[in-house]
């Protein structure tokens, strides 16, 4: 004799089952405990804002037939160097694939030759171009703009708690405590999403859980393609402080362009370089409490 129960339903029609199953497929969220504050280090690779100047000789404007800018004026204040010229200027006006500037300069003619490359960086220090086959990057602090290693001070220990990634090419990753390589964090095949909810093999609190003394973490990533690799890829660790005070007010952070170091509040990011006058963009995640 069949046994007749009620389902609870959720919609039309339809069984609600994701009590039982959804914890099985991604975090609910992330709630961080007294003295605690996240950390995310990443990569963005990419061609987005490189081509060459497909037009006549111009002083001011590049044209790039090929390029979709993302809007009208988007990249207004942004740096955009001429590779082959070794020119750069300003940029004041932008349309789909065209980009202005008053003037380049610090270049062989400070003008766009048809053929000239150009690149266009991003203000965040954790996007770079595209990747060579074979070569290899240190993931980026992305609350400061500091390629790894990071150092853990005294009293503190930090452990990574999930990652993700998107990239073209296969790739190789490796983590290193205190300079010696401690675990591989697996060869990722290009093309396919990923997403880890637990990283369990990088961790100072496994050999130092009272934060007894600083410590470095350091993720290298290699391309393994023959292809040259774009995407991003992060990694989200925990930093925590073992019986010590407050987590620090201030913070250094290193311009993406010429590399000058500033100790800035910690909140800071937008930050001008007083060195070279670009404008970098950091993360503040010292407020981040958790998510629901």
């Known amino acids: 004799m069949a046994e007749i129960f009620t389902v609870e339903q959720r919609g039309v029609g339809k069984p609600d089952y994701s009590r039982e199953v959804s914890s099985a497929l991604e975090r609910r969220g992330i709630k961080l405990a007294y003295r605690q504050t996240l950390k995310v280090f990443g990569l963005v690779f990419s061609a987005v804002n490189t081509g060459t100047h497909t037009a006549v000789v111009s002083a001011t404007v590049m044209t790039d037939a090929a390029a979709y800018f993302v809007a009208v004026n988007a990249l207004r204040g942004l740096t955009i160097f001429n590779v082959t010229d070794g020119s750069s200027g300003t940029v004041t006006a932008n349309t789909i694939n065209t980009v202005t500037v008053a003037a380049l300069a610090g270049g062989a003619t400070n003008q766009w030759n048809p053929g000239d490359a150009y690149t ?48 073209n090419e296969d790739v190789m990753m490796w983590g ?57 890829i992060d990694v989200i660790g925990i930093l925590e402080a073992v019986g010590t005070p407050e987590l620090p007010t201030t913070k250094t952070v290193r311009c993406k362009f010429c590399e000058h170091e500033e100790v ?4 800071t ?21 958790g998510t629901r």
């Open 120 to 167: 266009i960086p991003s203000p965040y220090s954790w996007v770079a171009p595209a990747l060579a086959p074979g070569a290899s990057a240190h993931f980026i602090d992305n609350t400061t703009g500091i390629a790894m290693p990071f150092t853990i001070p005294q009293g503190y220990i930090m452990f990574l708690i999930a990652g993700g990634e998107a990239l």
């Open 269 to 289: 990011v937008q930050w001008i370089c007083p060195k070279c006058g670009q404008l970098n963009i950091f993360y503040d995640l010292s407020r981040f409490r």
């Open 176 to 232: 290193f405590l205190d300079g010696f390589l401690a675990v591989t964090m697996g060869v990722i095949s290009g093309g396919t999403p990923h997403y880890e909810n637990k990283i369990v093999g990088l961790s100072t609190e496994t050999v130092d859980p009272t934060g007894a003394s600083a410590h470095t973490v350091d993720i290298t990533l290699t391309n393994q393609g023959a292809g040259n690799l774009q995407g991003g």
């Open 264 to 267: 800035v509040p910690r909140e």
